[in-house]
């Protein structure tokens, strides 16, 4: 009933933010007599911020038409190589001919936002690496028929990924999905799988979130499985196709998402607000197209999230030896082929310092020349793979361990200037550093 609720609220939302974005035009038309009153800028602009804020929306676009390669602009196109019906894999198609650049599987987070929220994160890598991404679909979208979506799930669609791109295949985990990965490597190393990654890169992931808790850790940790199954899970309304699935939506977790920062995201409309009124659009216009990303979100399968807060954040299954995957312990001892790169932000306020790391002293028959660990100094969660610190300080660090580790014959990479940022061994001196 609560999402059905729902569902006719962000209806009759849309139609009163419609009608103030069309009062929020009128007041500012030159051909009406009112727009010369001083008062009337201030409405408009008013009524535009709040005709954004309430405006529905639905996936966003990629939008990565092209790139740059070898100093020349080349198109990009989007091309799904593998459908399932929890997600497909898509792949950044650049016209190019005669490159071999590293192919890197980018693994985006099942949390609540699109595969678009990593949209920096592959137009990064695109210039010097053949990008593959995992595309979830929303869960509302998705009839029952085709079945349930768990962790196991979301292991076994990874292990199938692989192995439709081949052998040589990077992986690079960005959040969540940083142990279902992680677990993946864990079982094709065991099986010495010919198509078991190069290397498994990890950014801001809760691998053993026991170390230096967030408070979405502990929020996870401290309430009772029975309470997230009780208090956020609801069936999807007969108005989607995915009718009568238990999903924890995406309008909860976006409640979640602006409660940790509320007064963050209230600064930055009224800042939205007055750039409009000095008539400052570039900046308008950025605060604008990031909350047209952040206010993007889908609904996750209730297997998927309650399996997630019962074995990543509150018994910590892969880091204490308890991650079973179809009768198989996911054990990180069997790691000896795949090289791990774990990445940090120093201001992560979701995955703390240490939780990503984990991994690394998790996997104690890797040899330390397989290991690397790279905090990047300054920057928050998003920061770590979106915006100018991952540009510039973390993402030529994941280049160059990429090329370091490769095991097929690639074209050479331009040289690219990595700024000072912290980087130590990953688990005793000597390891390998990036």
Known sequence: MLYTSFEMQRAWMAGVGMMAKSSSDLLLSTANPMSWSPVAPVLARSLEVFAHAVAPRGKPPFGLAATIVDGASVAVSEEIVLRKPFGQLKHFQRAVSGRRDPRVLVVAPMSGHYATLLRGTVERLLPDHDVYITDW?????????????????????????????????????????????LAAVCLMNADDHPCAPPTLTLMGGP?????????????????????????VIQRVPDVYPGAGRKVYPGYL????????????????HWEMFKHLIEGDTESSDATKAFYDEYRAVCDMTAEFYLQTIDLVFQRQALATGQFWHRGRLADPAAITRTALLAIEGERDDISGIGQTR?????????PDTKKAYHMALGAGHYGIFNGRKWREGV?????????????????????????????????TPGAEVA
């Open 358 to 366: 984990a991994a690394l002293e998790l996997a104690v028959n890797l």
């Open 207 to 231: 691998v053993d979130t026991r170390k230096a808790p967030t408070s979405v850790n502990d929020l996870a940790h401290n309430r009772p499985y029975a309470w997230f199954e009780q208090a």
């Open 137 to 181: 679909r929303d869960a509302k979208l998705v009839p029952t028929g085709d079945g349930k979506f768990d962790l196991n799930d979301y292991v076994d669609y990874l292990i199938e990924f692989l192995e439709h791109l081949g052998p040589d295949t990077h992986m690079l985990a960005v959040c969540q999905p940083s142990v279902p990965a």
């Open 253 to 268: 977790q976006l409640s979640g998402f602006l409660s940790m920062n509320l007064a963050n995201h209230m600064k930055s």
């Open 395 to 427: 993402a030529p660090v994941v280049e160059q361990f990429i090329r370091r580790h490769d095991t097929a014959k690639v074209s050479p990479a331009p040289l690219r200037v990595v700024l000072p940022q912290h980087v130590e061994p990953a688990v």
